[in-house]
């Protein structure tokens, strides 16, 4: 049985292939056209890897077959090569990272030409070459105009090794994903932002009219944008004229509210404890929680921490006198300050771990209960108790009653949150652009394959 030699097939066809052109979409075509795209590789590493191996074999698959169809079928491959990965490719072999990611890419067609993938070749992009970046440069400064972009400082994960800031995803385990042995830090730097926070009601009911969207989807990206109606409760810090806006959705439980917590970040701090006791403590404790994540702090499972401040609020509605907590389980959203209460998990565990008085205001019957017979927090609907005039009502229709006797008494404010913040942006180091945005980067692609073909 004679041997089959598959290179010399492979190099045969692939040549001829080259030679005809045959894979380059055609310029004022009447056939339909159909597009194509795999998602783009990074030029970081030695070469191809059997995970793009086996993304761009099914991206062609789907390609030759609409094109057998009769399509004109638009099927680019380029390179997502001015980014981190680069850079941290480039320094780790010692070159510049214009000459590597530049060798790189040439090496990676190399490969996906052997592995005989229908690419239109002369539609290649290269994200680093100037002739395309120079556009994401324009759209960004059209963002500025249009007051779209803006600096601010803000809390953001940096890795030491990477010199660099990384996004929450990048972040695994408090360490970064591409140096395991090195801890993320919490870094306050100023950021370009893109005010995506001025379409949030638009982008959140835009959602319903996504017809084909899978609802698991849909449901994913509305809590992504976090649409949510509740009040700003007004605790006054005793003593003083100062207020303390708390945004809550949960107003029903108000009465319950046995001690406030503070971000960490917050500016309010050195105010609460200048020239006290607990001015050091709260120092001590604010180092510490720079060091850890932001996705750590945000998880209801670990373990939460907090100091004391020394000083305390007013509760508006019942003028009880509370004390007032720094801890890493708040966020610098808002006002950075949130009310507890016994009927959240994450409150009444740490207010067990630190002594905190707790009590109930919801119980199945209405009829009284004490924390001090329970192992964790009521979280279940139920009848209100020890609620001034609300006592008695089922909880959730007490719920807008209880808003509104908040507005109507000045005690608070009702207000529409996102849990939606404005897009920070800023990434790279020294190399090209320093941001980093995705979407401008399909937008510039979109154009730049554009030409004749649509």
Same mark, same amino acid.
């Given at each position: 049985?004679?041997?089959?030699?598959?290179?010399?097939?492979?190099?045969?066809?692939?040549?001829?292939?080259?030679?005809? #052109?045959? %894979?380059?979409?055609? !310029?004022?075509?009447?056939?339909?056209?159909?597009?194509?795209?795999?998602?783009?590789?990074?030029?970081?590493?030695?070469?191809?890897?059997?995970?793009?191996?086996?993304?761009?074999?099914?991206?062609?698959?789907?390609?030759?077959?609409?094109?057998?169809?009769?399509?004109?079928?638009?099927?680019?491959?380029?390179?997502?090569?001015?980014?981190?990965?680069?850079?941290?490719?480039?320094?780790?072999?010692?070159?510049?990272?214009?000459?590597?990611?530049?060798?790189?890419? !040439?090496?990676?067609?190399?490969?996906?030409?052997?592995?005989?993938?229908?690419?239109?070749?002369?539609?290649?992009?290269?994200?680093?070459?100037?002739?395309?970046?120079?556009?994401?440069?324009?759209?960004?400064?059209?963002?500025?105009? !249009?007051?779209?972009?803006?600096?601010?400082?803000?809390?953001?994960?940096?890795?030491?090794?990477?010199?660099?800031?990384?996004?929450?995803?990048?972040?695994?385990?408090?360490?970064?994903?591409?140096?395991?042995?090195?801890?993320?830090?919490?870094?306050?730097?100023?950021?370009?932002?893109?005010?995506?926070?001025?379409?949030?009601?638009?982008?959140?009911?835009?959602?319903?009219?996504?017809?084909?969207?899978?609802?698991?989807?849909? =449901?994913?990206?509305? *809590?992504?944008?976090?649409?949510?109606?509740?009040?700003?409760?007004?605790?006054?810090?005793?003593?003083?004229?100062?207020?303390?806006?708390?945004?809550?959705?949960?107003?029903?439980?108000?009465?319950?509210?046995?001690?406030?917590?503070?971000?960490?970040?917050?500016?309010?701090?050195?105010?609460?404890?200048?020239?006290?006791?607990?001015?050091?403590? =709260?120092?001590? %404790?604010?180092?510490?929680?720079?060091?850890?994540?932001?996705?750590?702090?945000?998880?209801?499972?670990?373990?939460?921490?907090?100091? %004391?401040?020394?000083?305390?609020?007013?509760?508006?509605? *019942?003028?009880?006198?509370?004390?007032?907590?720094?801890?890493?389980?708040?966020?610098?959203?808002?006002?950075?300050?949130?009310?507890?209460?016994?009927?959240?998990?994450?409150?009444?565990?740490?207010?067990?771990?630190?002594?905190?008085?707790?009590?109930?205001?919801?119980? #199945?019957?209405?009829?009284?209960?004490?924390?001090?017979?329970?192992?964790?927090?009521?979280?279940?609907?139920?009848?209100?108790? *020890?609620?001034?005039?609300?006592?008695?009502?089922? *909880?959730?229709?007490?719920?807008?009653?209880?808003?509104?006797?908040?507005?109507?008494?000045?005690?608070?404010?009702?207000?529409?949150?996102?849990?939606?913040?404005?897009?920070?942006?800023?990434?790279?180091?020294?190399?090209?652009?320093? %941001?980093?945005?995705?979407?401008?980067?399909?937008?510039?692609?979109?154009?730049? @394959? #554009?030409?004749?073909? @649509?």
């Amino acid at each position: 049985m004679e041997e089959v030699n598959f290179k010399k097939i492979e190099s045969k066809w692939q040549k001829a292939w080259e030679l005809k #052109k045959i %894979f380059e979409v055609k !310029k004022n075509s009447k056939e339909e056209k159909y597009y194509v795209l795999v998602m783009f590789p990074y030029p970081s590493g030695n070469g191809l890897h059997m995970g793009h191996a086996l993304n761009y074999v099914i991206g062609d698959i789907l390609a030759r077959y609409k094109k057998m169809q009769g399509f004109n079928v638009l099927h680019p491959m380029g390179y997502d090569a001015l980014g981190l990965p680069a850079e941290n490719a480039a320094i780790k072999a010692g070159t510049r990272p214009q000459e590597y990611t530049n060798n790189a890419i !040439k090496n990676y067609i190399k490969q996906q030409k052997e592995l005989g993938i229908s690419y239109d070749w002369s539609r290649m992009v290269n994200t680093a070459d100037p002739n395309y970046y120079k556009w994401d440069q324009w759209i960004f400064l059209k963002m500025l105009e !249009k007051n779209l972009a803006h600096q601010k400082e803000s809390d953001v994960n940096w890795c030491p090794k990477c010199d660099t800031v990384l996004a929450n995803e990048q972040v695994q385990n408090g360490k970064c994903w591409r140096h395991e042995d090195t801890e993320v830090e919490i870094k306050n730097l100023k950021q370009w932002y893109f005010k995506i926070t001025d379409y949030a009601d638009e982008l959140y009911t835009s959602i319903d009219k996504l017809d084909g969207w899978p609802e698991k989807t849909k =449901a994913m990206q509305k *809590n992504w944008i976090g649409k949510s109606h509740g009040v700003d409760i007004y605790f006054k810090l005793e003593n003083s004229d100062k207020v303390l806006p708390t945004f809550t959705t949960r107003c029903d439980t108000t009465y319950s509210v046995t001690f406030l917590a503070v971000a960490p970040e917050s500016p309010l701090i050195p105010e609460l404890v200048a020239g006290t006791e607990y001015e050091k403590p =709260a120092k001590d %404790f604010i180092e510490k929680v720079k060091k850890q994540t932001l996705i750590d702090r945000a998880n209801q499972e670990k373990e939460k921490q907090g100091v %004391f401040t020394g000083k305390y609020a007013i509760n508006p509605l *019942n003028n009880e006198k509370i004390p007032i907590y720094i801890s890493n389980f708040v966020l610098m959203y808002g006002s950075g300050v949130v009310m507890c209460d016994a009927h959240d998990k994450r409150d009444f565990r740490f207010a067990r771990k630190y002594k905190i008085p707790l009590k109930f205001v919801i119980s #199945k019957d209405g009829k009284k209960i004490d924390p001090k017979d329970f192992d964790d927090a009521f979280t279940d609907d139920g009848i209100l108790f *020890n609620s001034g005039e609300f006592s008695g009502m089922d *909880n959730r229709k007490a719920l807008p009653k209880m808003a509104d006797y908040i507005e109507k008494k000045g005690f608070g404010k009702k207000i529409i949150n996102f849990r939606l913040k404005d897009w920070g942006i800023s990434r790279q180091r020294y190399w090209g652009l320093r %941001f980093q945005l995705y979407t401008v980067k399909n937008v510039v692609l979109f154009l730049f @394959l #554009k030409k004749t073909y @649509l």
